[in-house]
C-alpha cells in the first residue's frame, strides 16, 4: 500500500468521525507545505521517503502545529491509530491547561475575599484586636494543656523506708 492510499484512508476516517480538514498539495498556511492539515486541531500531515526529509520537515513544523508522518513501512491502520492517539493527546493538554486556568481563578477569588475581609477588619479597627485575641485564645489553650499535663504527671507518694534493724 502506498502513501496516497494511506492518505485516502486517513481522510476516509476523519470524514467518518467529523473531523474538518484541508487537502491541498499546493496549499499553504504559515509557510509550510503539507499533505493534510486538521484544522481545529493543527495537526499536519506529510508523506515522507527519506529521513533527511522528515528531520529537517520536523524543525520547520513544529512551532506551527502537531506534525504527522506517513511512511513507506507504516500501515494504514497504524497511521490512523497515531492520528488519534494525536488528537488523544491534543485533547489532555487542553484538558490540564483548563484545570490549571480554573484553579488559579478560584485561588484567585479566594485570595481577593480574604484581603475584603482583612481591609475591612482594618477599617473598622477590629483587625488588629481580634489577631491578639486569636493569639491570646491559642496561648491560654496551650497553657490549659500544660497544667492538665503537669496534674497528670505529678509524682506519687514516696515510699517510706523501713528500718528493720535499728543500731544500739
Known amino acids: 500500500m502506498n502513501n496516497e492510499e494511506k492518505l485516502e484512508c486517513l481522510k476516509n ?20 507545505h503539507f499533505d493534510l492539515l486538521v484544522v481545529d486541531y493543527a495537526i499536519i500531515v506529510k508523506m515522507v521517503n527519506n529521513t533527511d526529509e522528515e528531520v529537517s520537515y520536523f524543525q520547520s513544523v513544529r512551532n506551527y502545529g502537531h506534525p504527522l508522518f506517513i511512511r513507506e513501512s507504516e500501515t494504514a ?17 487542553v484538558e490540564r491547561r483548563l484545570a490549571i486556568r480554573e484553579a488559579k481563578a478560584r485561588n484567585r477569588a479566594i485570595t481577593e475575599e480574604q484581603q475584603r475581609i482583612a481591609a475591612e477588619k ?47
Not at 491502520?77 to 493538554?93: A, D, G, L
Open 13 to 32: 476516517w476523519l470524514t467518518e468521525n467529523g473531523y474538518k480538514f484541508i487537502l491541498d498539495s499546493n496549499h499553504k498556511k504559515a509557510g509550510v
Open 122 to 168: 482594618k477599617a473598622n479597627g477590629t483587625y488588629w484586636s481580634d489577631k491578639l485575641k486569636r493569639k491570646a485564645e491559642r496561648k491560654a489553650a496551650r497553657e490549659a494543656e500544660r497544667k492538665k499535663a503537669l496534674e497528670e504527671a505529678k509524682p506519687k507518694r514516696k515510699r517510706q523506708r523501713i528500718v528493720r534493724y535499728e543500731k544500739v
Open 77 to 93: 491502520e497504524f497511521v490512523i491509530e497515531k492520528m488519534n492517539n494525536t488528537i488523544v493527546r491534543i485533547h489532555k493538554k
